[in-house]
C-alpha cells in the first residue's frame, strides 16, 4: 500500500482507480458503485481525482463524437468470421 493510500468504506484508493472507468459507464454491481461512492465521500484525494478524470473523460468524448455506423454488410462479414 502506498503511503498515502487509504482504506474507506472497504476500499482502498487502488481499488477504487482500478475500477474507476468502469463505474463512470455503469458497469458495476450496484452495491460495488455504492461502496465506491462511500469511499469517494470520505477520500478527497479520490474525489478529486475522479471528477477530473470524469471531467477528461466527457471532454474526449465530446471531441471525438459518435463513431460513424458500420455498414450493414461489413457488419454481416465481422459477425459471420466471429462464429
Do not use: N, W
Not at 6 to 33: H, K
Not at 36 to 54: L, M, N, P, R, T
Not at 68 to 73: F, I, L
Amino acid at each position: 500500500m502506498r503511503p498515502t493510500e487509504r482504506d474507506v468504506a472497504g476500499l482502498r484508493c487502488s481499488d477504487v482507480m482500478a475500477e474507476l472507468s468502469r463505474y463512470l459507464e455503469g458497469d458495476l454491481a450496484p452495491e460495488r458503485s455504492a461502496q465506491i461512492e462511500a469511499h469517494v465521500s470520505e477520500c478527497q484525494a479520490c474525489a478529486d481525482f475522479g471528477k477530473g478524470f470524469a471531467r477528461l473523460i466527457e471532454a474526449v468524448r465530446t471531441r471525438l463524437g459518435e463513431p460513424e455506423p458500420v455498414p450493414a454488410d461489413v457488419a454481416v462479414r465481422l459477425k459471420a468470421a466471429l462464429r
